[in-house]
């Protein structure tokens, strides 16, 4: 099996909302990904959780907050978000960040669509 | 240069047709590839883990070329169904252990006609 779910499906927010996105996988994967990606453009990384640590942040704004609570699940808290954070919120995970033999192989969520208003 | 390249397309393509797509990667230390597949307003589903030389699935065969950096799908007697976008994807290596990631091309969006 590998699914990775993630909730909801769809978010409308207003700029002084305050929500969270929810991630969660049973794979036992030790690697999370949160991505967010635009219409007709790939997938943009914005973070990872290596054993549920923080390994990566590509200068995401500090108005997107990630929390990895336990090695199942991942959470994107949203705060005073703008317009242009209209996007697909992807989350993925993989058995590592970086393995031999395919650990690396990241699996996506179906994803959050999340329009600010 | 861009990190991954891909042809954006669009190819349109009768069914039963071969089609091939390339990609270029600029980081000639990357150590994985990966074909996906991404459905309109679906997320990215993995066609194909690229290792070694390369690899054959069914219909789908991609190959590694090293030297010229370079990976490639071939789809044979293409399906209505094969309609979608291609997404090339490299593991890129960073400077320091635990900032490996994936990278992802632009995608090919391919449409196969009946």
């Known amino acids: 099996d590998t699914e990775v779910t993630q909730t909801p499906k769809h978010l409308v927010m207003g700029m002084t909302n305050k929500k969270s996105l929810k991630c969660e996988q049973h794979?036992?994967?030790?690697?999370m990904y949160w991505y967010k990606q635009k219409a007709k453009k790939p997938p943009e990384l914005m973070f990872v959780?290596?054993?549920?640590?923080?390994?990566i942040n590509e200068s995401v704004p500090s108005r997107f907050s990630p929390e990895c609570p336990n090695s199942s699940l991942l959470n994107l808290h949203l705060h005073a978000l703008q317009p242009e954070d209209s996007a697909l919120y992807l989350c993925?995970?993989?058995?590592?960040?970086?393995?031999?033999?395919?650990?690396?192989?990241?699996?996506f969520g179906p994803g959050t669509r999340l329009l600010v208003l | 240069r861009k990190e991954v390249e891909q042809d954006p397309g669009p190819f349109n393509v009768p069914e039963g047709a071969t089609v091939a797509f390339n990609c270029t990667y600029s980081?000639?230390?990357?150590?994985?590839f990966f074909w996906y597949r991404q459905d309109c307003r679906k997320e990215p589903k993995l066609l194909m883990s690229v290792y070694s030389s390369g690899n054959e699935d069914g219909r789908f065969t991609a190959q590694l070329n090293r030297a010229s950096q370079y990976i490639s799908l071939l789809i044979r007697d293409s399906k209505l169904s094969d309609s979608a976008t291609y997404l090339c994807v490299v593991n890129m290596r960073g400077p320091n252990f635990g900032n490996e990631k994936l990278t992802f091309g632009t995608g090919t969006r391919l449409t196969i006609i009946p």
């Open positions: 959780y290596s054993y549920e640590k923080l390994s």
């Open positions: 993925a995970s993989s058995q590592a960040v970086f393995a031999a033999d395919g650990g690396e192989t990241q699996y």
């Open positions: 794979m036992g994967h030790r690697a």
């Open positions: 980081n000639s230390a990357s150590q994985s």
